[in-house]
């Protein structure tokens, strides 16, 4: 959150980060054009965060073994947006102990407890509930996994994205595209042999 505050100095950007204060000149605030380089002056990038589902290995995204096999996607993802590897903090969940955070990641009480927590969530190859919903191809098992993800969406920041991945029925990503508003498809050919498709929804 950016306020004006006026001094005897002259007027002066009042801005607070985790509930601290910091002043800069106006005209330091004016010469960051971008979005991204008035959150670095800030220093509101150190606050991004990334969720890695369905992983119970500790991703590391400024090494070239991620210890993920869809390490290179999200490389990609953060250099698509302008985000430095080295200052989103990459958490993975699983049931599975192992990654950064161990829980049911389909529950009410963990997505109640990480509401608007993440500028990025990504499910490449999840087990459980996702994997249950897509053993037919039915409506009532695409209802469900639609619920499922307006659930998740609840994760993400505002302006954030979700990745659903591991979708089986192509007809579903079409369907998917009409239900969200924001939605785009993303296909990556990872080590040019598989065409690794997500859908992506970015939070308004
Ligand atoms: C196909 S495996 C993923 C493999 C893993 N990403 C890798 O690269 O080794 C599916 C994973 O989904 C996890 N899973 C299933 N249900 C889950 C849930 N409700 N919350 C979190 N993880 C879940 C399983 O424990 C399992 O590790």
Same mark, same amino acid.
């Given at each position: 959150?950016?306020?004006?505050?006026?001094?005897?100095?002259?007027?002066?950007?009042?801005?607070?980060?985790?509930?601290?204060?910091?002043?800069?000149?106006?005209?330091?605030?004016?010469?960051?054009?971008?979005?991204?380089?008035?959150?670095?002056?800030?220093?509101?990038?150190?606050?991004?965060?990334?969720?890695?589902?369905?992983?119970?290995?500790?991703?590391?995204?400024?090494?070239?073994?991620?210890?993920?096999?869809?390490?290179?996607?999200? @490389?990609?993802?953060?250099?698509?947006?302008?985000?430095? *590897?080295?200052?989103?903090?990459?958490?993975?969940?699983?049931?599975? *102990?192992?990654?950064?955070?161990?829980?049911?990641?389909?529950?009410?009480?963990?997505?109640?407890?990480?509401?608007?927590?993440?500028?990025?969530?990504?499910? *490449?190859?999840?087990?459980?509930?996702?994997?249950?919903f897509?053993?037919?191809?039915?409506?009532?098992?695409?209802q469900r996994l639609?619920?499922?993800?307006?659930?998740?969406?609840?994760?993400? @920041?505002?302006?954030?994205?979700?990745?659903?991945? @591991?979708?089986?029925?192509?007809?579903?990503?079409? &369907?998917?595209?009409?239900?969200?508003?924001?939605?785009?498809?993303?296909?990556?050919?990872?080590?040019?042999?598989?065409?690794?498709?997500? &859908?992506?929804?970015?939070?308004?």
């Open positions: 959150m950016v306020q004006y505050l006026k001094t005897k100095r002259g007027y002066f950007y009042k801005l607070f980060k985790n509930g601290k204060k910091k002043r800069i000149t106006q005209s330091d605030y004016k010469k960051s054009k971008t979005r991204k380089n008035k959150y670095a002056l800030i220093g509101g990038t150190d606050d991004s965060k990334m969720l890695i589902y369905c992983h119970n290995r500790i991703v590391d995204l400024t090494r070239a073994n991620t210890n993920h096999w869809q390490g290179p996607i999200f @490389k990609q993802l953060l250099t698509e947006r302008g985000i430095d *590897p080295t200052k989103i903090k990459v958490d993975t969940i699983d049931l599975v *102990p192992g990654g950064t955070i161990v829980a049911d990641g389909f529950s009410k009480s963990f997505i109640d407890s990480h509401e608007n927590e993440f500028d990025i969530v990504i499910l *490449p190859d999840c087990g459980g509930l996702w994997n249950e897509q053993k037919e191809h039915n409506d009532e098992n695409f639609l619920s499922l993800m307006i659930e998740l969406l609840r994760l993400v @920041k505002p302006g954030g994205t979700i990745m659903f991945g @591991k979708i089986m029925y192509e007809d579903w990503f079409n &369907i998917f595209m009409d239900a969200f508003t924001n939605a785009s498809i993303f296909q990556y050919s990872l080590y040019r042999e598989n065409d690794i498709k997500y &859908i992506m929804i970015t939070k308004a």
